[in-house]
T-cell receptor, first 113, second 115 residues
Framework: NAGVTQTPKFQVLKTGQSMTLQCAQD?????MSWYRQDPGMGLRLIHY???????DQGEVPNGYNVSRSTTEDFPLRLLSAAPSQTSVYFC????????????FGSGTRLTVV | GQQLNQSPQSMFIQEGEDVSMNCTSS?????WLWYKQDPGEGPVLLIA?????ELTSNGRLTAQFGITRKDSFLNISASIPSDVGIYFC???????????????FGKGTKLSVIP
């Protein structure tokens, strides 16, 4: 049982490049989300999805796009990378309902130069 | 939006000491959760609390759901080197716009254990 799988684990981009961070879960979770983690800032929600075909913005959505064509996959796209997007990105998933908590992936460390 | 105030931001303790950290909120939550993040990994759920006043243990960890539903604390007894990491509190509000999915996270307590 793999849980939540994120790829790649590390990535270096040049300013202006685009890329997609992959997230897949095998637990049939309806809810999936993307967070970024920066020192002293905690976990900030970028985008989330409550099911296939349904996505919505979180706290810091600018510069990122998402789509959810299947229950399993929730990719995060950086359209034109900026140094401010240097961060560690986490994908998380959950069943709905109180107290379920999230299962997190192991993260993607992104550096934009 | 909702905010969680988690304190302290960081702690340096001697191995064997007890640790206490807490979270407070300006609004009520129906569920409190505590996560631990090991260096280079994603957060992992430690304890979930579902009722005001509830006290729950998981090995050397004990967490409580505050009576007012606006706070929670986590205690770690007899700390060991593998307790090092970042501890996050999270509150879940069943009345949020996204239904019962959304968690609000504290900014974390970074724990360092000196052998």
């Amino acid at each position: 049982n793999a849980g939540v799988t994120q790829t790649p684990k590390f990535q270096v981009l040049k300013t202006g490049q685009s890329m997609t961070l992959q997230c897949a879960q095998d637990m049939n979770h309806e809810y999936m989300s993307w967070y970024r983690q920066d020192p002293g800032m905690g976990l900030r929600l970028i985008h989330y999805s409550v099911g296939a075909g349904i996505t919505d913005q979180g706290e810091v959505p600018n510069g990122y796009n998402v789509s959810r064509s299947t229950t399993e996959d929730f990719p995060l796209r950086l359209l034109s990378a900026a140094p401010s997007q240097t961060s560690v990105y986490f994908c998380a998933s959950s069943f709905p309902g109180a107290g379920r908590g999230y299962t997190f992936g192991s993260g993607t460390r992104l550096t934009v130069v | 939006g909702q905010q969680l105030n988690q304190s302290p931001q960081s702690m340096f303790i001697q191995e064997g000491e007890d640790v206490s950290m807490n979270c407070t909120s300006s609004s009520i939550f129906n569920t409190w959760l505590w996560y631990k993040q090991d260096p280079g990994e994603g957060p992992v759920l430690l304890i979930a609390l579902y009722k005001a006043g509830e006290l729950t243990s998981n090995g050397r960890l004990t967490a409580q759901f505050g009576i007012t539903r606006k706070d929670s604390f986590l205690n770690i007894s007899a700390s060991i080197p593998s307790d090092v990491g970042i501890y996050f509190c999270a509150g879940q509000d069943a009345y949020s716009g996204a239904g019962s999915y959304q968690l609000t996270f504290g900014k974390g307590t970074k724990l360092s254990v000196i052998p």
